[in-house]
């Protein structure tokens, strides 16, 4: 068993992992870390609130690439802009509504 210091939102987290799986580890910490950040420099005032914010954009975000037909899967730069209009309305919404 390894362990694995994450740097998120300022603060550091010790997380165990299986050997060999501390680089996979520390590269979610770095998305969770990268997520956090774009919900700006108030988020942090509640933090377990804008980790569960953050959480949800990236289980959001999975679920998409997930849940893709081949038919929605558009070359890079090709009609990307539309999906990301998309799912940055779908993120808003969710927020809008985690917020009430």
């Not at 919900?39 to 933090?47: D, F, H, S």
């Amino acid at each position: 068993m390894a362990n694995v210091t994450l740097r998120i939102g300022g603060r550091s987290y010790a997380v165990a992992c299986q050997d060999g799986e501390e680089a996979h580890i520390a590269s979610l910490g770095r998305a969770i870390d990268g997520k956090l950040a774009t919900l700006g420099p108030n988020a942090t005032q509640n933090e377990p609130r804008a980790l569960l914010f953050a959480a949800l954009l990236l289980a959001d975000e999975a679920h998409e690439l997930k849940h893709r037909t081949p038919s929605e899967a558009a070359p890079p730069g090709d009609g990307a802009a539309p999906a990301l209009e998309a799912m940055a309305e779908r993120l808003e919404k969710l927020a809008e509504s985690l917020e009430a």
